[in-house]
């Protein structure tokens, strides 16, 4: 069965550099989230697009915006990089805003900045 | 506003004997409630989930959770554990104030000795 796709896996970029994340949902899912997961952290949630609008907003700084395209495929854009943005970056998922039952993750993208 | 709490940061347990990886929530209304458990350097695999019905839920690679209303707690269950199960799990909850993203606990680290 499809998953969700991110790409790329791995990423290293130098400070103040730019970066863009992809995540591809399951065919027919309209709702992507975006997840930060520090080292040793819990993931935390970042933002979210159902029907390519934005749904939901947490603690994404101003420095990333994020995007869902007709495909519903999503982008995250990180400008000005820092160090503490190094971390596993996941999207999940689902069908539906009020799926509730049916998120499904990538594998995550990891973010190295040096 | 919804949220789970894990306790334990570590959980140690010999191969063969039971675990149980604790989860305890806070909700307004009905809980959908999920464990995920993640492989280093891998993304976040589904286990089970609760969201309505029998107390006691079934999942992947032999776990179970067991639902308790009255002490509004998920803990996550195996009559006998591997060494394979060693690895980190999260508690989450769909929040339903908002986009029913899923908002996670800190995680427990589920150590299996030989």
């Known amino acids: 069965a499809a998953g969700v796709i991110q790409s790329p896996r791995h990423l290293i970029k130098e400070k103040r550099e730019t970066a863009t994340l992809k995540c591809y949902p399951i065919?027919?899912?309209?709702?992507v989230y975006w997840y930060q997961q520090g080292p040793g952290q819990d993931p935390q949630f970042l933002i979210s697009?159902?029907?390519?609008?934005?749904?939901d907003k947490g603690s994404i700084p101003d420095r990333f915006s994020a995007q869902q395209f007709s495909d519903y495929h999503s982008e995250l854009n990180m400008s000005s990089l820092e160090l503490g943005d190094s971390a596993l970056y996941f999207c999940?998922?689902?069908?539906?805003?009020?799926?509730?039952?049916?998120?499904?993750f990538g594998s995550g993208t990891r973010l190295t900045v040096v | 506003a919804q949220s789970v709490a894990q306790p334990e940061d570590q959980v140690n347990v010999a191969e063969g004997n039971p675990l149980t990886v604790k989860c305890t929530y806070s909700?307004?209304?009905?809980?959908?409630l999920f464990w995920y458990v993640q492989y280093p350097n891998r993304g976040l695999q589904f286990l089970l989930k609760?969201?309505?019905?029998?107390?006691l839920v079934k999942g992947s690679y032999g776990f179970e959770a067991e639902f308790n209303k009255s002490q509004t707690s998920f803990h996550l269950k195996k009559p006998s554990a591997l060494v394979s199960d060693s690895a980190l799990y999260f508690c989450?909850?769909?929040?339903?104030?908002?986009?029913?993203?899923?908002?996670f606990g800190s995680g427990t680290r589920l150590l299996v000795r030989p």
């Open positions: 989450a909850v769909r929040d339903v104030d908002s986009s029913y993203k899923l908002i």
């Open positions: 999940a998922s689902s069908l539906g805003v009020r799926a509730g039952d049916g998120y499904t």
């Open positions: 909700v307004s209304g009905n809980p959908y």
């Open positions: 609760y969201i309505t019905g029998d107390n």
């Open positions: 697009f159902y029907e390519k609008m934005q749904s």
């Open positions: 065919p027919r899912h309209d709702t």
